[in-house]
């Protein structure tokens, strides 16, 4: 098994390589109208605020531009103004890890916020046959302490703000190459086919309902279709249970729910995913069976990590199709992924395939997801940030871990 660091190359050609401007607001994250007015108070006319608007919104999500002189339309004038009051850059790409199977993982650094410190956080991007997903964190670190999660042992240190969710995105968008080059024509539309970054999953660090107003900034920038354009139907948010907030979800931000289920009753819950002492079941499935644009279209996905003789009966299959009975919903069963620390050891496949032919059988979809990138800890539950990063030693022991056959 090998851990395959790349260096810090191939970028978006229309992307500088440089560190965040400390100090200067991010023009990334805005809506339309608070660029707008952003704009006034650097001195942009009112009359001129909505065309520089529209300008700058095509270059930084369309071209992805990372500095304000790759803007050839705007005058020299206001550019300069615009690289004097505002920053556009990337985060700081710290490390960059490629997997066995193809997937990628980033580790970034964000500047500090007011009296705060840098931030690192974690990026992953799981290439599959016609598709590409981009697994996108909320937060530095997370409140749940599910206890089969490794993310859920470093404790949460703050949100991450509109702009930084979104620079994940933007920054891997660079490295993929997915973002037009400078021979393309201003006015061209980046066509949806041939993209690698198809879908955007909010599955990284974090508890997105958490930081609702953040997350729901950076979606609906990034479901903007004169920008970043990604469907709606291609951005899944999930939820360990954030009850009142699972409609607004809906409402607010139209993107596809995921619940982080994983235990078909309430005691088993309260263990392993303890926000449920909060928000029982029956709050999460009514709330579930009233989530706005609800159909077999568009259904709920409820994700199950197979835990060894914790979750994994026949008996705890029958409670679940019992607990979903009518809601529309595919149901992921997630293979364990190891961590060093870590007491629970992932379901015998049979196990698993027993699991998943009863759900089939009730009428339900229950895809077993292929394990990805666990080599380098960018699988499922996996996540965590540089302050945080395995040593040696422990990377050690996830690879004997792997080797004797846990999680396989």
């Given at each position: 098994?090998?851990?395959?660091?790349e260096?810090?190359?191939?970028?978006?050609?229309?992307?500088?390589?440089?560190?965040?401007?400390?100090g200067?607001?991010?023009?990334?994250?805005?809506?339309?109208?608070?660029?707008?007015?952003?704009?006034?108070?650097?001195?942009?006319?009112?009359?001129?605020?909505?065309?520089?608007?529209?300008?700058?919104?095509?270059?930084?999500?369309?071209?992805?531009?990372?500095?304000?002189?790759?803007?050839f339309?705007?005058?020299?004038?206001?550019?300069?103004?615009?690289?004097?009051?505002?920053?556009?850059?990337?985060?700081?790409?710290?490390?960059?890890?490629?997997?066995?199977?193809?997937?990628?993982?980033?580790?970034?650094?964000?500047?500090?916020?007011?009296?705060?410190?840098?931030?690192?956080?974690?990026?992953?991007?799981i290439?599959?046959?016609?598709?590409?997903?981009?697994?996108?964190?909320s937060?530095?670190?997370?409140?749940?302490?599910?206890?089969?999660?490794?993310?859920?042992?470093?404790?949460l240190?703050?949100?991450?703000?509109?702009?930084?969710?979104?620079?994940?995105?933007?920054?891997?968008?660079?490295?993929?190459?997915?973002?037009?080059?400078?021979?393309?024509?201003?006015?061209?539309?980046?066509?949806?086919?041939?993209?690698?970054?198809?879908?955007?999953?909010?599955?990284?660090?974090?508890?997105?309902?958490?930081?609702?107003?953040e997350?729901?900034?950076?979606?609906?920038?990034?479901s903007?279709?004169?920008?970043?354009?990604?469907?709606?139907?291609?951005?899944?948010?999930?939820?360990?249970?954030?009850?009142?907030e699972?409609?607004?979800?809906?409402?607010?931000?139209?993107?596809?729910?995921?619940?982080?289920?994983?235990?078909?009753?309430?005691?088993?819950?309260?263990l392993?995913?303890?926000?449920?002492?909060?928000?029982?079941?029956?709050?999460?499935?009514?709330?579930?069976?009233?989530?706005?644009?609800?159909?077999?279209?568009?259904?709920?996905?409820?994700?199950?990590?197979?835990?060894?003789?914790?979750n994994?009966?026949?008996?705890?299959?029958?409670?679940?199709?019992?607990?979903?009975?009518?809601?529309?919903?595919?149901?992921?069963?997630?293979?364990?992924?190891?961590?060093?620390?870590?007491?629970?050891?992932?379901?015998?496949?049979?196990?698993?395939?027993?699991?998943?032919?009863?759900?089939?059988?009730?009428?339900y979809?229950?895809?077993?997801?292929?394990?990805?990138?666990?080599d380098?800890?960018?699988?499922?539950?996996?996540?965590?940030?540089?302050?945080?990063?395995?040593?040696?030693?422990?990377?050690?022991?996830?690879?004997?871990?792997?080797?004797?056959?846990?999680?396989?």
């Open positions: 098994m090998t851990f395959t660091l260096p810090v190359v191939r970028s978006n050609p229309n992307a500088k390589a440089q560190r965040p401007a400390a200067l607001p991010s023009l990334i994250g805005l809506s339309r109208e608070d660029m707008a007015q952003a704009l006034i108070d650097a001195g942009v006319p009112a009359k001129q605020a909505r065309m520089r608007v529209q300008q700058l919104w095509h270059w930084l999500y369309v071209r992805g531009v990372s500095d304000f002189s790759d803007m339309n705007i005058s020299k004038e206001l550019r300069a103004t615009l690289a004097e009051r505002f920053s556009i850059t990337r985060p700081e790409i710290v490390e960059e890890q490629v997997s066995a199977d193809g997937t990628r993982k980033w580790l970034f650094r964000f500047p500090p916020r007011g009296a705060g410190r840098p931030v690192e956080i974690e990026t992953v991007y290439p599959e046959e016609g598709r590409g997903t981009l697994c996108v964190s937060q530095v670190g997370c409140t749940l302490t599910c206890s089969f999660c490794h993310t859920g042992t470093q404790k240190v703050r949100n991450l703000t509109a702009e930084e969710i979104l620079a994940q995105l933007m920054t891997a968008r660079d490295r993929l190459g997915d973002f037009p080059d400078r021979d393309t024509p201003a006015g061209a539309i980046v066509p949806a086919e041939g993209r690698k970054i198809t879908n955007i999953v909010m599955m990284g660090m974090g508890e997105p309902l958490y930081n609702f107003e997350v729901k900034k950076a979606l609906l920038i990034a903007d279709g004169d920008g970043l354009s990604l469907s709606k139907r291609r951005i899944t948010l999930s939820t360990s249970g954030v009850v009142p699972i409609a607004r979800t809906g409402e607010e931000i139209g993107v596809l729910l995921a619940i982080s289920l994983h235990a078909p009753n309430d005691d088993l819950r309260d392993l995913v303890p926000i449920n002492k909060k928000y029982p079941l029956k709050e999460l499935m009514e709330a579930c069976r009233a989530y706005p644009g609800l159909s077999n279209a568009r259904r709920i996905t409820f994700e199950y990590v197979m835990l060894k003789d914790v994994d009966s026949l008996d705890d299959a029958k409670a679940l199709i019992r607990l979903l009975k009518g809601i529309p919903a595919k149901i992921n069963l997630i293979p364990f992924n190891p961590w060093p620390g870590t007491n629970y050891q992932c379901s015998d496949w049979e196990t698993i395939e027993r699991f998943a032919d009863y759900i089939n059988n009730a009428g979809a229950s895809p077993i997801r292929t394990p990805r990138g666990r380098i800890l960018a699988a499922c539950g996996q996540l965590k940030s540089e302050s945080e990063r395995l040593k040696k030693h422990e990377r050690l022991a996830l690879e004997a871990m792997m080797i004797a056959g846990h999680g396989e």
